[in-house]
């Protein structure tokens, strides 16, 4: 039974940073592509960053420069730090992992998710 639980959500000022975390258990942590997703009121989930088991990092346009994915396989634990945080960043950010090898923000490809986080730029 795979589980994922994300953490790390909250309100901080435009400018400032958040992490946010994901405990994985019941899953091959390290075998497989994990991502972060978003979803803000009134519009569609969009990927946000992927990292795929060899550590190869894919990030959507609007956050490059800015977010940074990682994870910790000895923990089973996936991290997106975010800095630089806009009001635009405003979103419920889900945590979610794939059956497969690679780095697509798609979320149709995703299989598991997570109940997600809010985080909140004003």
């Known amino acids: 039974h795979v589980q994922l639980v994300e953490s790390g959500g909250g309100s901080v000022r435009a400018g400032g940073s958040l992490r946010l975390s994901c405990a994985a258990s019941?899953?091959?942590?390290?075998?497989?592509?994990m991502g972060w997703f978003r979803q803000a009121p009134g519009k569609e989930r969009e990927g946000v960053a992927a990292?795929?088991?060899?550590?190869?990092?894919s990030y959507a346009d609007s956050v490059k420069g800015r977010f940074t994915i990682s994870k910790d396989s000895a923990t089973s634990t996936l991290f997106l730090q975010m800095n630089s945080l806009k009001p635009e960043d405003t979103a419920i950010y889900y945590c979610?992992?794939?059956?497969?090898?690679?780095?697509?923000?798609?979320?149709?490809?995703?299989?598991?998710w997570g109940r997600g986080t809010q985080v909140t730029v004003s």
């Open positions: 979610a992992a794939a059956s497969w090898a690679g780095t697509s923000l798609r979320p149709s490809e995703y299989v598991y």
């Open positions: 990292i795929d088991s060899d550590g190869t990092t």
């Open positions: 019941g899953y091959l942590f390290s075998s497989y592509c």
